[in-house]
């Protein structure tokens, strides 16, 4: 832990989690590029977002050189969005196609020194086996593993809801883990969405504890509705103090539906907006 978080905590400030605004789902209310610098004047110490492919990777890198904020984590492209494709990891007959997207990720992750990326699932195609899609998942975030660990970038997985995403194929933390088990990936780690896990399994803060060396990443949002912390049935003051509680020293990224007026879902973050400018400059 930096120097400065530790005097943050000895002087009684909030010195965790440490918060990023998701840019894809935050901000909506502005173009793309201009949420970078809205993240920055709300306060958080870092960025992420979901897709960045639509925009050239130097647009990019300038609006997070403009804004000054690291960016940590993006996702691998997910296909053809509009015809419900979410990630590539799992289809048979397409593994050329996803080391394409292999390496397209790890480019614009290079572009802005990105050190995560979140590997795609995929939708569960109608009639095929689990073990058959299990065993091409495998093969793949080995590929993708291998890739990124030349540049220094961790690899992730992440469960999510089936409400949210039907016939996503990877929807529980003990999947993810036997996944990530039997890949045998020294850079792959886990992606744990308290929205989707809330509503796939419960039992937040135990499966958080259990799994806590596996966790490269926390994402946070409100359910029902995806809205920001403090909307719905999550306690979020405590899983917040739970993650600190247990030792989590990396980002939690706020990735929660602001369509219009993100200033006024900020309430919640305001008691850790002074801890976030402290993280931003350690």
């Known amino acids: 832990m930096s120097g400065a978080r530790i005097n943050a905590r000895k002087e009684g400030a909030i010195a965790m989690p440490r918060f990023a605004a998701n840019i894809s789902t935050m901000y909506g ?43 940590i984590l993006h996702n691998t492209p997910p296909g053809d ?24 990720a790890i480019d614009y992750a290079r572009a802005v020194d990105c050190k995560k990326i979140h590997v795609m699932a995929g939708i569960w195609p109608p009639g095929a086996a689990e073990e058959d899609l299990t065993r091409i998942f495998v093969e793949n975030l080995r590929h993708a593993g291998r890739e990124a660990a030349k540049v220094g970038i961790d690899i992730l997985i992440e469960p999510l809801n089936r409400v949210s995403v039907p ?11 036997r996944i990530m088990d039997e890949a045998k990936v020294p850079n792959l780690y886990l992606q744990y969405d308290v929205f989707h896990m809330q509503i796939m399994e419960g039992n937040l803060a135990p499966t958080m504890e259990r799994h806590l060396k596996r966790i490269g ?33 990396g980002w939690v990224g706020a990735e929660y539906n602001s369509a219009t007026d993100t200033k006024a879902t900020l309430g919640w973050f305001q008691p850790y907006r002074g801890a976030a400018t402290l993280q931003r400059v350690s």
Do not use: W
């Not at 610098?37 to 609006?63: K, L, M, N």
């Not at 969005?81 to 397209?104: C, H, M, S, Y």
């Open 29 to 71: 209310e502005m173009k793309f590029l201009e949420r970078f610098a809205a993240a920055a004047a709300s306060g958080f110490g870092a960025v992420e977002y979901q897709f960045p492919y639509a925009f050239d990777p130097r647009d990019v890198a300038a609006a997070v050189r403009e804004c000054r904020l690291p960016v």
């Open 81 to 104: 969005f509009e015809k419900g494709e979410r990630g590539l990891g799992i289809l048979p007959g397409r593994q050329a196609e996803f080391r394409d997207q292999v390496t397209q």
């Open 167 to 177: 016939n996503y194929f990877l929807v529980k933390s003990k999947q993810a883990i």
């Open 217 to 249: 990443h926390i994402q946070v949002a409100d359910t029902p509705g995806r809205r920001e912390p403090g909307t719905g049935e999550i306690s979020f003051p405590f899983i917040f103090a739970h993650i600190d509680r247990i030792g989590y020293d």
